[in-house]
T-cell receptor
Framework: KAGVTQTPRYLIKTRGQQVTLSCSPI?????VSWYQQTPGQGLQFLFE???????NKGNFPGRFSGRQFSNSRSEMNVSTLELGDSALYLC???????????FGDGTRLSIL | KNEVEQSPQNLTAQEGEFITINCSYS?????LHWLQQHPGGGIVSLFM???GKKKHGRLIATINIQEKHSSLHITASHPRDSAVYIC???????????FGQGTRLTINP
């Protein structure tokens, strides 16, 4: 069974640009969560989607947005990139809120 | 004060030693997760527990809901156990996890 797939693995952008990251969950998993990991702040929750609906949102500015498609694949978008957005972005999928999460390998985003 | 506190932040031990990593939390939770992150970033879920104790191979996780405390134990530690171990808590009806700062474990041969 394929795991959680995130694309791209690495990305370099400049300030002011926007970026879209993709996450394909494990087949059958309808819950997809996104996290940001930085050396200073550690792991922080961005948002969670379940059956195409955003169910929870973390404390991030509106520049961070996401969506989930009918096949459970999810994308997150960051607009007007800032240097502080440089981070490892992780996606995780699960069968439901009371089930373990399975993480992808992440997308490492660098902002120049 | 962070909602989830781990100790120690760094731990170096010799191969074969018994390892304990602690996690304390201050919020109500429905489940606590122990995660392992190797260099390069990939995260593996080790345990998800809401009460008692779970065991998988050489790893054991316990939780005391009344004391809001969990421990992760590694028996007969091995250099391949070297990684960052992260405690995270989740509330009911949500996958919104709150994470500890992680414990960097190094096992020397």
């Amino acid at each position: 069974k394929a795991g959680v797939t995130q694309t791209p693995r690495y990305l370099i952008k400049t300030r002011g640009q926007q970026v879209t990251l993709s996450c394909s969950p494990i087949s059958g998993h309808r819950s997809v969560s996104w996290y940001q990991q930085t050396p200073g702040q550690g792991l922080q929750f961005l948002f969670e989607y379940f059956s195409e609906t955003q169910r929870n949102k973390g404390n991030f500015p509106g520049r961070f947005s996401g969506r989930q498609f009918s096949n459970s694949r999810s994308e997150m978008n960051v607009s007007t990139l800032e240097l502080g957005d440089s981070a490892l972005y992780l996606c995780a999928s699960s069968l439901g809120w009371d089930q373990p999460q399975h993480f992808g390998d992440g997308t490492r985003l660098s902002i120049l | 004060k962070n909602e989830v506190e781990q100790s120690p932040q760094n731990l170096t031990a010799q191969e074969g030693e018994f390892i304990t990593i602690n996690c304390s939390y201050s919020v109500g939770i429905s489940a606590l997760h122990w995660l392992q992150q190797h260099p390069g970033g990939g995260i593996v879920s080790l345990f998800m527990l809401s009460s008692g104790k779970k065991k998988h191979g050489r790893l054991i996780a316990t939780i005391n809901i009344q004391e809001k405390h969990s421990s992760l134990h590694i028996t007969a530690s091995h250099p391949r156990d070297s990684a960052v171990y992260i405690c995270a808590v989740g509330g009911r009806g949500a996958q919104k996890l709150v994470f500890g700062q992680g414990t960097r474990l190094t096992i020397n041969p």
